[in-house]
């Protein structure tokens, strides 16, 4: 079944506001990474996390294993930052398997 | 620096026709080499991954099957397209942490 819950599935942000995405994992998972779509549709690595959290920039992710979720925090969104974004969680039990967020698309409105 | 090239960029195919999607590491030896699908408006989905030449783990029944010839290659094919391998088609190198993916191929089978 299915390991990752993504929310929200779709999220507008005007200009200069922040909110965050999450996923929810049904049992524990040993990393978490998010991505972002790019206009080709290959995906572009944003944070690599095996627990805590990590800060790039405007961006911000947190990762906890115990209570199975994972965090991305956008904080003064610019109008690039439109696009989809995904989470996708890595079990201890198969080697380098992950499972993927249904993706969550963000809109950045002037 | 590492370099992942997948070939071709896209594609259209006939249904019951042959299908063979290449993918290129450089810059790394014995990289964990993995195919990732999209089905259109579904979630990306693991189907292969590999660790060394020869060696191949399937994760998803696909109908489709993965070959690495080379240390450097991983080629994802199959002899009979269906209409459901329609979408998109990463492949995607790690040697431990988060994996790096290359530009995608999509696929339309008609």
């Known amino acids: 079944g299915d390991q990752v819950e993504q929310s929200p599935s779709a999220l507008s942000l005007h200009e200069g506001t922040g909110s965050a995405l999450r996923c929810n994992f049904t049992?524990?998972?040993?990393?978490v990474q998010w991505f972002r779509k790019n206009s080709r549709g290959s995906l572009i690595n944003l944070f690599y996390?095996?627990?805590g959290t990590k800060e790039n920039g405007r961006l911000k992710s947190a990762f906890d294993s115990k209570e199975r979720y994972s965090t991305l925090h956008i904080r003064d969104a610019q109008l690039e930052d439109s696009g989809t974004y995904f989470c996708a969680a890595e079990r201890g039990s198969a080697l380098g398997r992950l499972h993927f967020g249904a993706g969550t698309q963000l809109i950045v409105i002037p | 620096a590492q370099t992942i090239h997948q070939w071709p960029v896209a594609e259209i195919k006939a249904v019951g026709s042959p299908l063979s999607l290449g993918c290129t590491i450089k810059g790394k030896s014995s990289p964990n080499l993995y195919w990732y699908w999209q089905a259109t408006g579904g979630t990306l989905q693991q189907l292969f991954y590999s660790i060394t030449v020869g060696q191949v783990e399937s994760v998803v029944q696909l109908n489709l099957s993965a070959s690495r010839p080379k240390d450097d290659q991983f080629i994802l094919s199959t002899e009979k397209l269906l209409l459901s391998h329609s979408g998109f088609y990463l492949c995607?190198?790690?040697?431990?942490?988060?994996?790096?993916f290359g530009e995608g191929t999509r696929l339309s089978v008609l």
């Open positions: 996390l095996a627990s």
């Open positions: 995607a190198w790690s040697s431990g942490e988060a994996p790096l």
């Open positions: 049992t524990t998972m040993r990393a």
